[in-house]
């Protein structure tokens, strides 16, 4: 389980695992933080969001995003090796709002994505 702000022993051991030395925790589903989405609009955009990653080569885990209380969740995946930059362009290419990256100290953080910005959200 990986949590804001907090560094991950789950993490830095998948780091020297792979070899690698950051990574990103993201989604495709609920576009600029809707969630209105129908299922199968969020499964496309994670089914796609996969495709990417597999042409690109990247190394994926499934997972999932949740609130404190469980009441709302969607489909992620942790990328590792994917570097602060690549992580935002990556979200921004599925139109997010924010995104997950971690660097060399394991540590999640939430990242805002310019799509925030220029909705006058950040």
């Known amino acids: ?15 020297r695992h792979y070899d690698v030395c ?9 576009l600029r933080s809707r969630t209105d989405l129908p299922v199968e609009e969020n499964a496309r955009r994670q089914a ?3 495709a990417e990653l597999d042409r690109r080569g990247l190394c994926w885990m499934p997972g999932e995003s949740r609130d404190a209380n469980g009441l709302w969740r ?10 602060r930059r690549d992580t935002l362009l990556l979200a921004e290419q599925a139109d997010q709002y924010a995104v997950v990256h971690a660097g060399d100290d394991a540590v999640p953080r939430l990242r805002a994505c310019a799509a925030m910005a220029k909705a006058g959200l950040s």
Request: charged fraction near 10%; aromatic fraction near 8%.
């Open 22 to 30: 950051c990574a990103a925790f993201a989604t495709a589903c609920n």
């Open 1 to 15: 389980m990986l949590r804001i702000d907090q560094r991950s022993p789950f993490l830095a051991a998948c780091y």
């Open 74 to 83: 969607e489909s992620s995946v942790l990328v590792l090796g994917l570097s």
């Open 48 to 50: 796609a969001l996969i």
